[in-house]
């Protein structure tokens, strides 16, 4: 079964950087798509950038300029570096994988990562 990992969360002063990782084990075909997403409690999970392998990458507008989605497909790895980090920005991060030709800011995603907490503080 495909697993996703993901790490490099932690804690942050408002302004500061974190890039997170999405290991990808049990890899056995190229995923169509990859993304972020993050989420607060008692709030749905919202889309935060996508890979579409044809398309390329996209980022909801509220990370734009500041994220940057990226995967190195050797090591079969997903990143997001994200700078100029915002309280707001506070939340589980999720990366996930699928090889289907869906739409790539959808939610329904395959396979999900266990979540990593990025906690940006004032």
């Known amino acids: 079964q495909v697993q996703l990992v993901e790490s490099g969360g932690g804690s942050v002063q408002a302004g500061g950087s974190l890039r997170l990782s999405c290991a990808v084990f049990?890899?056995?075909?190229?995923?169509?798509?990859m993304g972020w997403f993050r989420q607060v409690p008692g709030k749905e999970r919202e889309g935060v950038a996508f890979?579409?392998?044809?398309?390329?990458?996209s980022y909801a507008d509220s990370v734009k300029g500041r994220f940057t989605i990226s995967q190195d497909n050797a090591k079969n790895t997903l990143y997001l570096q994200m700078n100029s980090l915002k309280p707001e920005d506070t939340a589980m991060y999720y990366c996930?994988?699928?090889?289907?030709?869906?739409?790539?800011?959808?939610?329904?995603?395959?396979?999900w990562g266990q979540g990593t907490q990025v906690t940006v503080s004032s």
């Open positions: 996930a994988a699928d090889p289907r030709t869906i739409a790539c800011d959808q939610k329904e995603y395959l396979y």
């Open positions: 049990g890899y056995s075909y190229v995923y169509y798509c």
């Open positions: 890979i579409d392998s044809n398309v390329g990458t």
